[in-house]
C-alpha cells in the first residue's frame, strides 16, 4: 500500500486512475489507501461547472482547460455523464469536444457514471477528487451531468460552483426561483452571441439585487457572458473563478464555514456507505436478514421500522 500511495503523491496518473476505477466498482479494499491519501489534500482548486443539458457545458470546459494549461497549471476534468443501460458506464457524450487535450499529460479527463446517483454527480465524484487533489492536480473541474434543477450536490464538493445558462432558457420567474441558481457562485451566461444574452444577463443581475449584502462575508456572483465556440468571454470567467478563491482567501469566517459544509457532506456519504456495508452488504445471504426483506416486501414490515431494529441491533 506505502508504495502505490507514494506513487499517487508523486503524480503519477495510471494509479491514481487505477484507483478511482476501483472506487467506482465499490471496491472496500481502497478504503486504506483513501485514508492514507486524504490528509495530503487541501490544495486544489475545485470548481463545479453545471447547468441543464445544451447550455454548453463540455464545450466550456474545453476553453477553460486551455485557458488554464495556457497558466501551466495541471489540470483534471471529472465528467459526469448518464449511466449506458447496456453497460453500467458513463455515456461519453460531448467528451469528444475535448478530444485536443487528450494527448497532454498535464492535463487529466475521466468520464464517471452517475449509476443511479441523484444530484447531478456520481457516487464517487467526492473520492474522486480525494485522489486527484493528493496527487498534486492544481485545478479540479467537475463537470456535472445537467440534469436541471435539482442539481445541487456540486457545492458540496466544489469552492467555486460555476452555472452556466443559454438565453432563452425557460421563463424569467422559473429561472428566477430554480433552486440551481442559489448554489452558484459566478454565472456564465454561454452562448452570448444569441438573441436575448443581455436580458438574461440582466435578468440575473435584478435577481442578485434582492439578496441580504449586508453580511460582511457575502459574495455578490460575478455574470459573465461567454462564448464557448471561440472563446470569447473565458478570460473573464478564469478571473471570476480566481476572484472566487481570493474572495475565500481573505474570508476566513466564510472560507471556513464552506470547508465545514464540504466535510459534514463528505461525513454523511461516508456514514451512509459504512452503514450500507455493515447492514446490507455483509449480511445478504444471512436468513434472519432474507426474512426482513421479505416482511417489507410483504407490507408487514415498513422499511423505517425495519432500519431502526437493525441499527440498534
Known amino acids: 500500500m506505502e508504495s502505490d500511495v507514494q ?11 487505477r484507483l478511482i476505477r476501483r472506487v467506482e466498482d465499490g471496491d472496500l479494499s481502497v478504503r486504506p489507501l483513501l485514508r492514507a491519501l486524504y490528509r495530503h489534500g487541501g490544495r486544489a482548486q475545485i470548481v463545479g461547472l453545471t ?12 476553453q ?6 495556457a497558466e501551466g497549471k495541471r489540470v483534471a476534468i471529472l465528467a459526469v455523464d448518464p449511466t449506458s443501460p447496456f453497460t453500467g458506464g458513463a455515456i461519453l457524450g460531448d467528451r469528444i469536444r475535448m478530444s485536443r487535450h487528450f494527448t497532454d499529460g498535464n492535463v487529466f479527463i475521466r468520464s464517471m457514471a452517475t449509476r443511479g446517483h441523484l444530484g447531478g454527480l456520481a457516487r464517487a465524484t467526492g473520492e474522486a477528487v480525494q485522489v486527484l487533489d493528493a496527487a498534486g492536480w492544481e485545478v479540479i473541474l467537475i463537470e456535472t451531468v445537467g440534469v436541471g434543477q435539482a442539481e445541487v450536490e456540486i457545492i458540496h464538493l466544489a469552492e467555486t460552483v460555476v452555472l452556466a445558462v443559454a438565453p432563452g432558457e425557460g421563463d424569467d420567474v422559473q429561472a428566477a426561483k430554480a433552486g440551481i441558481m442559489e448554489i452558484a457562485h459566478v454565472f456564465a451566461v454561454n452562448k452570448a452571441k444569441r438573441e436575448g444574452a443581455e436580458r438574461t444577463a440582466q435578468m440575473i443581475e435584478e435577481m442578485l439585487n434582492f439578496r441580504d449584502e449586508s453580511a460582511a462575508d457575502y459574495w455578490r456572483p460575478p455574470v459573465v457572458k461567454t462564448e464557448a465556440l471561440d472563446g470569447r468571454g473565458i478570460r473573464k470567467l478564469i478571473e471570476a473563478i480566481d476572484g472566487r478563491r481570493r474572495f475565500l482567501e481573505t474570508h476566513p469566517k466564510a472560507a471556513a464555514e464552506a470547508r465545514r459544509l464540504r466535510a459534514r457532506q463528505m461525513l454523511t ?9 455493515r447492514f446490507i452488504g455483509a449480511r445478504e445471504g444471512d436468513e434472519a436478514f432474507r426474512k426482513i426483506l421479505d416482511d417489507i416486501a410483504g407490507r408487514r414490515e415498513d422499511p423505517y421500522t425495519a432500519a431502526e431494529k437493525l441499527l440498534s441491533g
Not at 64 to 69: C, F, Y
Open 64 to 69: 477553460l482547460i486551455a485557458a488554464w494549461r
Open 51 to 62: 447547468g441543464s443539458p445544451g447550455v454548453g457545458k463540455s464545450t466550456l470546459t474545453d
Open 269 to 277: 456519504e461516508t456514514l451512509k456507505s459504512l452503514a450500507a456495508d
Open 7 to 17: 506513487t499517487i503523491l508523486a503524480g503519477e496518473i495510471r494509479p491514481a486512475s
